[in-house]
């Protein structure tokens, strides 16, 4: 089993990533921790294999947990799971073992996705022992950096998607309709509710039929944490 530590400052979204992980074959979420100091005190208390690491943390950054991992001599691989968009930071994650980069929102397909090619990336390195041909690295390079799963499916849109994740997490318990969705964006219900599905699909939002009135119920969409 890859053990792997969920290092995320928000609780809620802490837990779901460590579900995300208990769902692949192969990992087992060995710890969760809230701050990157709990981290580097994990790391160095527990076996650990893999640190899936959010980049805004209350105490440091992600960046400041990767220099601290390595100046401690920690040389566990890491799977940044952020939503830091800046060039900058992603140039610089690469230097400090980062090995894989996933920006949020993501579905479970592509955080599988991943994590699958994490997997494989470690099988191929090690059936070669302690030496590999170059063919051998850049094969196994190929199958880490390579991607199956889109994100963010053809015809949608990443800001689009973002903002309705947005509005979800927002709505708490009560959830929003694809109307109220639709109202708050300024976009078309039948836009919003393609979204909303889509989310739902990929088991990031729950649906829930609402009855109040003759016809089909409406469903009402809400964030799972």
Known sequence: ???????????????????FVARVPGFSAVGVVHRGKEAWDFVAQHDVDLVLLDFYLPDMTGLDVCRGLRA?????DIIAITSA???RVVRSVVAYGVVQYLLKPFTFAAFR?????????RDQLAEHGDEAAQHDVDRAFATLRGSQHRAVPKGMSEVTLNAVVDQLRESGESGLS??????????????ARRYLEHLADQDLADRIPRYG?????????????
């Open 213 to 225: 009135g003759p016809g089909r119920p409406e469903h009402v969409y809400r964030w799972r944490t």
């Open 178 to 191: 694809a109307a109220d969705v639709g109202e708050r964006l300024g976009t078309a219900r039948v836009t």
């Open 113 to 121: 996705d991943k994590l699958e090619r994490y997997a494989a990336f």
């Open 85 to 87: 968009r800046d060039i």
């Open 1 to 19: 089993m890859i053990r792997t530590l969920v290092v995320e400052d928000d609780p809620r979204i802490a837990e779901g990533h460590a579900e």
């Open 72 to 76: 401690r001599g920690h040389l566990v």
